[in-house]
């Protein structure tokens, strides 16, 4: 597609629910990378794929997160059990990698989460 | 102490004014990016750097590896300038575009 797009934009969810949010990056855009933005706050690294495997998960904040992603396309975060902190904008980037380090660096617009 | 730091946090400004905002950082990179965020959450982004200066109409941004620091400027700022602008960072290992945020520049251009 033409640029990185995220669904759904606004997700309110009960504590304790599960929810998957979903990111489509870029076509041929190999690398894909997942931030987190609570309020009033700045961006969080959380999970960086190349392709279908996440060489750098160090930022999920708990075993309660876990993404995944089909090949050099879809990627999907989910939040097991959530709980009010989970609250914020979840973000999805996309880039080309190359060996002198990447370009082409794209955000989408952002899930807004909202955990009650 | 945070490994990218951005000054001022907030900007207030005239229109026309020249703006500069600054970003240090601690860490090894391979780039340095400068990022637009509009209220509304949309970020984009303005420039990717290693070095030198880049232009991109009135936006100009330069990095000085040696002193570990950048920065934005606006020249003749607009109204529709008004944004947050975040410095990000590339640290090690170097294979991968993973970003490090200052916690951003509020600026606020007036008419």
């Known amino acids: 597609g033409a640029g990185v797009s995220q669904s759904p934009s606004n997700k309110v969810t009960e504590k304790g629910k599960d929810v998957e949010l979903r990111c489509d990056p870029i076509s041929g855009h190999t690398a894909l990378y997942w931030y987190r933005q609570r309020l009033g706050q700045g961006l969080e690294f959380l999970i960086y794929?190349?392709?279908?495997?996440?060489?750098?998960k160090s930022g999920l904040p708990s075993d309660r997160f876990s993404a995944e992603r089909t090949g050099e396309s879809v990627s999907t975060l989910t939040i097991q059990r959530t709980q009010q902190e989970d609250s914020a904008v979840y973000l999805c980037?996309?880039?080309?990698?190359?060996?002198?380090?990447?370009?082409?660096?794209?955000f989408g617009s952002g899930t807004r989460l909202t955990v009650v | 102490k945070n490994e990218v730091e951005q000054s001022p946090q907030n900007l207030t400004a005239q229109e026309g004014e020249f703006i500069t905002i600054n970003c240090s950082y601690s860490?090894?990179?391979?780039?340095l990016h400068w990022l637009q965020q509009h209220p509304g959450g949309g970020i984009v982004s303005l420039f990717m750097?290693?070095?030198g200066k880049k232009k991109h109409g009135r936006l100009i941004a330069t990095i000085n590896i040696q002193e570990k620091h950048s920065s934005l400027h606006i020249t003749a700022s607009h109204p529709r300038d008004s944004a947050v602008y975040i410095c990000?960072?590339?640290?090690?290992?170097?294979?991968?575009?993973?970003?490090?945020f200052g916690t951003g520049t509020r600026l606020q251009v007036f008419p």
């Open positions: 990000a960072v590339s640290p090690p290992p170097y294979n991968t575009d993973k970003l490090i």
């Open positions: 860490v090894g990179i391979s780039a």
């Open positions: 750097l290693s070095s």
């Open positions: 980037a996309s880039s080309l990698i190359n060996p002198t380090g990447g370009s082409g660096y794209t």
């Open positions: 794929f190349q392709g279908n495997s996440a060489p750098d």
